[in-house]
């Protein structure tokens, strides 16, 4: 028997679609995540060859509605797209006139029990994990490709190697620590490192994506090179992956001429955007904004100061950009360069742990972590802050 809306889990979905000539090739995507803890739990998207935008966002929509369902049919839903129209017409404020979109309109409002579903209108540079999925099924489909997927976060898991984390744990059924039990191969491992020293470091500035992307300084460049000194002497790094703001490609860079590889850079190991707050030290931000630092600092959710990123909205970036990495190399050891905030999300993932230990973590500047990703959707983190190479 299907339980009513509020009985069940809480979803949140972002779907997308879009077309390159309204009409022309089209395609839709979307994700399903836990609303709780930021988790995806599914992904779904297809070239759906000749349509408008608005038939390709309404598919893209049914398509999410349709993989929450089959997650749990009786989970609360909130819906964020970035088309207005589609957001509006479901939630019964516009008209539907058009005839190609009343039939997917009829058939997303009948996936879940009346009243599960909420909807919510996003800009588009906050949707784009959908927008992503949306674009590959367009970039399919100019290829003369027929292309869909349907990933549960079982699949996922088995596609793509991240640590899996149950919504709704229980002691007695959680897995066994990876490496008990059976042979589970070579695991990924991400070595994680924290950009050199700039000027704002010392000072304890807030100094995130919004900011005037600051060089290193000279310190910071005496600590990347004796960081490239320590991983020539490891000698496992295989790649290397990047944030792309400068601090983090100086660092990047200098330790990919010792170990003799390239640089790819990955838009989604960016520091957060603190928004106004970007420049100022933590006592100018107590005194100026007192009432919305509180908040950042006792909800996940909670964004800084003009418009910046919460660390909920982080958490969702870093997962995304995690669980491609490990697609991308699995199996394989890569130093990511990046900032505080996404490394310690990459470990308070790892650890399954609750957003606020990001405030009881220390991240010294060229400091090193590390974290082993196994096939089972089990992590490990195996090393954490280390800055030895630094004495």
Not at 53 to 67: K, M, S, T
Not at 200 to 221: A, V, W, Y
């Amino acid at each position: 028997m299907t339980r009513g809306p509020g009985k069940g889990r809480t979803f949140l979905i972002e779907a997308d679609g879009g077309s390159r000539g309204n009409p022309g090739p089209a395609g839709y995507g979307a994700v399903v995540l836990d609303a709780a803890s930021g988790e995806v739990l599914a992904e779904t998207a297809a070239h759906i060859g000749t349509a408008t935008n608005n038939v390709a966002e309404y598919q893209g929509l049914v398509a999410g509605l349709r993989a929450a369902f089959a997650l749990d049919p009786g989970a609360t839903v909130h819906v964020r797209m970035d088309s207005k129209l589609v957001v509006e017409q479901m939630s019964g404020r516009w008209k539907i006139k058009h005839p190609d979109m009343r039939p997917l309109a009829a058939e997303a409002g009948t996936i879940f029990p009346a009243g599960a579903v909420t909807y919510e209108w996003i800009p588009r540079e906050k949707n784009k994990y959908a927008d992503r999925l949306a674009n590959e099924a367009m970039d399919a489909g100019k290829r003369g490709e027929v292309w869909q997927a349907d990933r549960s976060r079982a699949q996922l898991v088995a596609e793509r190697p991240g640590p899996a984390v149950a919504a709704e744990p229980a002691a007695e059924t959680a897995p066994p620590s990876a490496g008990w039990g059976a042979d589970l191969g070579t695991p990924t491992t991400f070595v994680l490192l924290r950009h050199g020293e700039t000027a704002l470091t010392p000072l304890k500035r807030f100094s995130g994506s919004g900011g005037n992307d600051p060089e290193l300084s000279g310190t910071g460049h005496r600590q990347a090179e004796a960081v490239g000194e320590a991983l020539a002497a490891r000698g496992t790094v295989q790649a290397i992956v990047s944030s792309p703001l400068k601090r983090c490609r100086q660092t990047a860079e200098t330790v990919a001429a010792r170990l003799n590889l390239d640089v790819r850079l990955e838009e989604g190991l960016r520091e957060t955007d603190f928004g106004d707050w970007e420049g100022l030290t933590f006592a100018e931000v107590q005194e100026r904004y007192p009432d919305d630092l509180h908040h950042w600092l006792t909800s996940a959710k909670a964004e800084p100061t003009g418009g910046g990123e919460s660390f909920a909205s982080v958490a969702r970036r870093v997962a995304v950009t995690r669980d491609r990495l490990l697609a991308r190399y699995a199996g394989r050891t890569v130093l990511l360069v990046s900032h505080v905030t996404p490394v310690k999300s990459l470990l308070r993932l790892a650890l399954a742990a609750p957003p606020e230990a990001m405030f009881r973590m220390e991240l010294a500047a060229a400091s090193l972590s590390a974290v082993a990703y196994w096939a089972d959707g089990n992590a490990s983190v195996r090393l954490f802050n280390e800055t030895s190479h630094l004495r």
